[in-house]
């Protein structure tokens, strides 16, 4: 069964502080993964993109990993700020068929001054 | 995302009644897609479309029907809205399957 799995559910850390995300999946065959920040009552917005050949990708205070092996991903925010606050996403692509995108539940970050 | 937009933001109605979602993109983009999201449960997919001819029912499309009136634009519509139909809809486009542009959403209740 194709799944996507994030923990944690909920994180709450401290303005300045370093946070590690995960994402674990079974999507196979595997095409890219995804991260995207959803603000509150805001559509999500893409992060980073990885394919299988990429291991790591930057963006800004944002670095993702991809372990295609072991199927992981992780999504490191350096030194949050309060606009960090959000949903972060998960998204798996599947090479085939048409109906190809596996969605995680999302991981709620709250950073507090 | 100021390219996808969608109509209304906010919505409420009572059990029964037909309820139309719009969206519009301007990013020149041929796939389209209707998503639905509830706490715990993330994005799910109700409808999808590849391009103006091309309709594709997603993982929950049961109650739902869509309208792919051009390139630019591709309507949800409830026929007959039920409680459990309350969510938050998302319109999202993409010109290939790596990279999808959301609308801000529309928050529908049913009462």
């Known amino acids: 069964k194709n799944q996507v799995e994030q923990s944690p559910q909920s994180l709450i850390i401290l303005e300045g502080k370093n946070c590690t995300l995960q994402?674990?999946?079974?999507?196979?065959?595997?095409?890219?993964l995804r991260w995207y920040k959803q603000d509150t009552g805001r559509g999500p917005v893409s992060l980073t993109i990885?394919?299988?050949?990429?291991n790591t990708k930057s963006n800004g205070r944002y670095t993702a990993t991809l372990d295609a092996d072991t199927k992981q991903s992780s999504l490191h925010i350096t030194a949050s700020q309060l606009s960090d606050s959000a949903s972060y996403i998960c998204?798996?692509?599947?090479?085939?068929?048409?109906?190809?995108?596996?969605f995680g539940t999302g991981t709620r970050l709250t950073v507090i001054p | 995302d100021a390219d996808v937009t969608q109509t209304p933001r906010n919505r409420i109605t009572k059990t029964g009644k037909r309820i139309m979602l719009e969206c519009s993109q301007t990013?020149?983009?041929?796939?389209m897609y209707w998503y639905r999201q509830d706490p715990g449960l993330g994005l799910r997919l109700i409808y999808y479309?590849?391009?103006?001819?091309?309709?594709n029912k997603g993982e929950i499309s049961d109650g739902y029907s869509v309208s792919r009136q051009a390139q630019a634009k591709f309507s949800l519509s409830l026929e007959s809205a039920i409680p459990n139909q309350t969510a938050l809809y998302f319109c999202a486009t993409s010109d290939s399957d790596r990279e999808q542009f959301f609308g801000p959403g529309t928050r529908l209740t049913v009462l």
């Open positions: 994402c674990n999946y079974t999507v196979s065959p595997f095409s890219n």
């Open positions: 990885m394919t299988f050949s990429e």
């Open positions: 990013k020149g983009h041929d796939r």
């Open positions: 998204v798996v692509s599947r090479q085939t068929g048409a109906n190809n995108l596996f």
């Open positions: 479309s590849f391009d103006v001819k091309d309709i």
